[in-house]
């Protein structure tokens, strides 16, 4: 009688290439802006940025479940909060990292507020609580109300070094966040967020911390988000509030990871990529531009609903990076 | 009158039901029977359209009602009275009565008729379906049916929740249904003995297949428990004996 | 401050009116659509091209476009909104923000980005007031909107329970499968909920263009007030959509008497906070349940 053993395995082959093409591939873009011209640095620069959003939110959303229409709350945070470091007299670069931290750290009171809600009223709640926070942050006279404020402390710098250093630190977030939800969703803690999504009431019957899950998945994406705003404050060099607070970034964001695949690793880096053409090559457009786009959406809804990766997936039959466990069976060499 | 072929349904991974052929013809009362689990809901949710995911044909009166809305299949005229009745418990019985008489079928069950079949419902018709008792929902449920004017109807386990009295008063009201000769009903029961006693014929399901299927007068005790409960027969010539 | 509070009354007239139609929608199909505002918003713009251009009178231009949008709504749930059902709760998300997209920027594409209001063809309606006691000042226009829409919610209500329509809606509502169990095709009965939904917007639209301006990118603005008078109210009822937009209307007024920054804020925090008493024990209760059990019967 053969006995059967399983061998646990966390990495496919693909997996493995993927990874290390992936490391390759990012050592050529840290090195990049050495030879490409500024345009393309600062083109880049937005590309990072919208990766990371997207990502985040699909960690967010897609696997948590946790529907969240208000990011942009920490996408204007962090840029306000950096401004307002600047003003009391810290380093720009520190302010700009050190906003997002503190907007990370803002997302932990509201989460337990908002985590007690559910589906359309979760959404909806962010989406005010986005509206409060601009509101709020309005009220600081550093901001001029509509006016909006720049962040003029960068200029100190010269605009090589500024956009360089911009750059990089856009690299680094995006590939950090892409390192960190890989980890993430492989781990205890995103096992445990996809069972939160799917029945929660299982989940807690097998004994998942849902709210301890709910709320380290909503911070973490509350500071990735909170990162993404600091690096465009960056580039952009100008706060305005209504566009910062703007609830057209979860559109942003609702659109790339739906486009690119919900549910996956590799669909918001394409639906990313996606948008990052299309805003490149159409914005000059303007409205009918972004009309187009709300069009490409209710399209995306109708027929391809799993997204450009899921189409990609069923014809490969597979993902490039592994979500999940293998397991392998092996028959002992005991048997004839 | 009702004819099904070949039904599979599955349950999300569960095969719940598998290969389940039966027919029910004017006037005649088949009797389901089988233990929790045994797919027996599935099945009637399948036929009534509810459980999308289903293959297998249905024809009632020689229409192929196989991929129709549920709404579809009534107005081709099958009805059920589903598990748990399903009532709309902010509506007055009265509306509850009225809604599928307004969108089922013309004929003979009208409120009136329906309320003289169950005079129980008549002093609560303005009340609201959510503040009644088992037995009074349960006749609700049956009225609401009855008010589509179907050629065949499903009653899936009608009497659970329910007193032994009301048990009692709804066979009693289901009893004028099958004498009128009309309709084929469909009872789906949990006791073996109503189910055998009320029904002209009997199928049994365990584990999404039926295991025995026939005359309810011509079922012996045995040949039902063993069915129902997966068993093999020891001698079926020894139980043929004792018939 | 008891001007304030009349004002907030009866600009709760005007949220009840777009709160209705989003809570008909959500009851009925179970869908939220987050592009109901900029949908009232377009039917605004429609009514004033068709005065303004067309030299229609104002009640004819809205009487016209009743039907229009209702067709549209139908079209909308027939080939849209029924389509996304299927994919949870972020398909719908996308295809109404997509379609507020495209109504936004379609409405600035064709009409400009200029603020437009029905207020200059409606001769001194706009401004024109009662005076009352204590040199309290309420405007006409505001109390016949008021008074509109509880004509409105009264109809609703007349179609709800004394109809047959009326009655197919309550049942998809409360059970959409029992209710195809009963032989109602829920999904006619849900394309014509959303057409309702839809001239509902016309006449919210209609009441946002007299009352004030109206600028291609307000619909979302007016989404979320309608739902918070909804959630206020207590999703599911119909005479919460008005008792939740008095509330709101109140509180944003009282707002904006401070200052004209917290009109936004204190409606937002009155949300915020109903949803948060709700939670911690009160159940599902939300205004009209209250009200509801004080009566002792449905409303």
Not at chain 1, 163 to 179: I, N, P, S
Not at chain 1, 286 to 303: E, R, S
């Amino acid at each position: 009688m053969s006995v059967s053993r399983f061998q646990y395995e966390r990495w496919t082959p693909a997996g493995l290439r993927t990874v290390w093409t992936a490391a390759v591939v990012l050592a050529a873009l840290a090195a990049a802006p050495i030879v490409l011209p500024a345009t393309a640095v600062e083109k880049l620069t937005t590309l990072w940025i919208y990766v990371l959003l997207a990502v985040v939110w699909n960690l967010l959303a897609g696997f948590a479940g946790l529907v969240s229409v208000g990011q942009q709350a920490f996408f204007g945070l962090s840029a306000y909060l950096t401004l307002r470091l600047v003003e009391w007299g810290l380093n720009p670069w520190l302010a700009l990292v050190g906003a997002a931290f503190i907007a990370g750290a803002i997302a932990i009171p509201i989460s337990f507020y908002a985590l007690k809600l559910k589906g359309g009223e979760f959404a909806i709640a962010t989406w005010v609580i986005a509206e409060v926070v601009r509101i709020c942050v309005m009220f600081d006279p550093l901001v001029q109300g509509d006016t909006g404020n720049s962040l003029i402390a960068l200029n100190a710098y010269a605009p090589d070094l500024r956009r360089e250093v911009t750059y990089w630190l856009g690299l680094a977030a995006m590939a950090g966040f892409l390192v960190l939800t890989f980890r993430v969703l492989r781990s205890k803690i995103g096992s445990a967020a996809q069972a939160v999504r799917d029945d929660e009431e299982a989940a807690l019957s097998v004994g998942v911390s849902v709210m301890q899950t709910k709320r380290i998945i909503f911070v973490l994406a509350a500071f990735g988000t909170a990162l993404a705003g600091s690096i465009w404050l960056a580039s952009a060099i100008t706060f305005l509030p209504r566009t910062n607070f703007g609830v057209q970034w979860t559109v942003f964001m609702l659109f790339m990871v739906l486009v690119g695949g919900l549910r996956t690793f590799e669909g918001p880096i394409l639906g990313a990529l996606i948008f990052f053409v299309l805003q490149e090559t159409f914005s000059s457009y303007g409205v009918w531009y972004l009309f187009g786009l709300g069009f490409i959406a209710i399209l995306f809804a109708l027929a391809l609903p799993d997204g450009l990766w899921g189409l990609i997936r069923r014809k490969r039959g597979g993902d490039l990076l592994p979500m999940g466990t293998l397991l392998k069976q092996q028959a002992s060499g005991q048997d004839a | 009158m009702l004819e099904v072929k070949n039904i599979e349904a599955r349950h999300g991974l569960l095969q719940a039901v598998r290969g389940v052929s039966f027919s029910v013809r004017k006037g005649e009362v088949l009797g389901v029977i089988g233990a929790n689990g045994a797919g027996k809901t599935t099945l009637f949710r399948a036929i009534t359209g509810v459980h999308p995911d289903m293959t297998g044909s249905v024809t009632l009166n020689g229409q192929d009602i196989s991929t129709l809305r549920p709404a579809r299949r009534v107005a081709a005229g099958l009805a059920m009275v589903p598990e748990g009745r399903r009532l709309f418990p902010d509506m007055s019985v009265r509306e509850n009565l009225q809604v599928a008489g307004e969108h089922g079928r013309r004929g003979d069950w009208t409120l009136a008729t329906v309320l003289d079949a169950l005079p129980a419902l008549k002093p609560i018709l303005k009340s609201l379906a959510g503040n009644l008792s088992g037995g009074q929902r349960q006749a609700v449920a049956i009225g609401r049916a009855l008010m589509t004017n179907p050629n065949v109807v499903i009653m899936d386990e009608v009497s659970l929740g329910l007193s032994p009295i009301a048990i009692e008063g709804l066979y009693e009201s289901l009893g004028q249904l099958k004498a009128s000769g009309k309709t084929g009903i469909v009872v789906v029961e949990q006791d073996l003995r109503r189910a055998t006693a009320f029904s002209d014929r009997i199928i049994c399901l365990l584990e999404g297949a039926i295991t025995l299927e026939g005359a309810s007068g011509e079922l012996s005790h045995d040949d039902i428990t063993s069915a129902y409960f997966g068993l093999k027969a020891e001698s079926h010539e020894g139980s043929a004996a004792h018939a | 401050m008891l001007d304030a509070i009349i004002q907030g009354v009866l600009l709760g007239g005007y949220y009840a009116i777009l709160a209705a139609g989003l809570s008909l929608m959500l009851g009925v199909t179970r869908f939220l659509n987050l592009a109901h505002g900029d949908l009232a918003v377009l039917a605004a713009y429609l009514v004033i091209y068709l005065v303004a251009t067309w030299h229609l009178p104002i009640v004819w231009a809205i009487v016209l476009m009743l039907p229009v949008m209702g067709l549209l709504g139908w079209a909308l749930q027939a080939f849209l909104f029924a389509r996304t059902m299927k994919g949870g709760f972020l398909l719908p998300l996308l295809t109404t923000f997509g379609l507020g997209a495209v109504i936004q920027n379609g409405i600035y594409g064709v009409f400009s980005s200029d603020v437009k209001s029905l207020g200059n063809f409606i001769g001194n309606l706009a401004w024109a007031s009662w005076k009352l006691p204590f040199h309290i000042s309420v405007g006409k226009l505001p109390v016949y909107i008021f008074v509109a829409a509880v004509v409105v919610l009264v109809s609703l209500q007349l179609l709800l329970s004394f109809t047959k329509l009326g009655r197919a809606m309550r049942a998809t509502t409360i059970d959409e499968e029992a209710a195809e169990l009963s032989g109602i095709d829920a999904r006619r009965i849900q394309r014509a909920t959303v057409a309702i939904a839809m001239v509902l917007a016309v006449l919210a639209g209609a009441a946002l263009a007299m009352r004030s301006l109206v600028n291609p990118y307000t619909g979302p603005t007016q989404l979320i007030f309608a739902f918070e008078a909804v959630v206020i109210g207590g999703i599911g009822s119909l005479w919460g959509t008005l008792a939740g937009g008095i509330v709101l209307g109140i509180a944003q007024s009282l707002g904006a008497k401070i200052s004209p920054q917290l009109f936004q804020l204190f409606g937002h925090i009155v949300f915020l906070a109903v949803l948060w008493w709700r939670l911690k024990g009160a159940g599902s209760l939300g205004l009209a349940n209250f009200l509801r059990s004080l009566k002792g019967g449905r409303a």
